[in-house]
């Protein structure tokens, strides 16, 4: 089994920052790509970044340029560092992980953190 366990969420100001941490134990290689899904109250759940173990990423457009997908494969931990935040961007965030790669939905996602709630207030 693998077991990714999310950190880092809370309430902040629109404007501000805060970075999500996800740690991955269990049956999992550091060769997995790794990626970050949000879903907000009423919203379907959708992809926020994804990141291979090479380093290469892919972004959301709502989210491209403000927030940046890294990883630390000796750790096994993917961050991401979410800036100049929103109230369209509150939901609770979900890291994700799959063997395969990046564009891919997400119920080909095999493993999933039980997520974080990302507040920001107007």
């Known amino acids: 089994q693998v077991q990714l366990v999310e950190s880092g969420g809370g309430l902040v100001q629109a404007g501000g920052s805060l970075r999500l941490s996800c740690a991955a134990s269990g049956r999992i290689s550091n060769t997995y790509t790794m990626g970050w899904f949000r879903q907000a109250p009423g919203k379907e759940r959708e992809i926020v970044a994804g990141?291979?173990?090479?380093?290469?990423?892919t972004y959301s457009d709502s989210v491209k340029g403000r927030f940046t997908i890294s990883r630390d494969n000796a750790k096994n931990t993917v961050y991401l560092q979410m800036n100049s935040l929103t109230p369209e961007d509150t939901a609770v965030y979900y890291c994700?992980?799959?063997?395969w790669g990046l564009g891919l939905p997400s119920d080909q996602w095999t493993a999933w953190g039980p997520g974080t709630q990302v507040t920001v207030s107007s």
């Open positions: 990141i291979m173990y090479g380093g290469g990423s």
């Open positions: 994700a992980a799959n063997p």
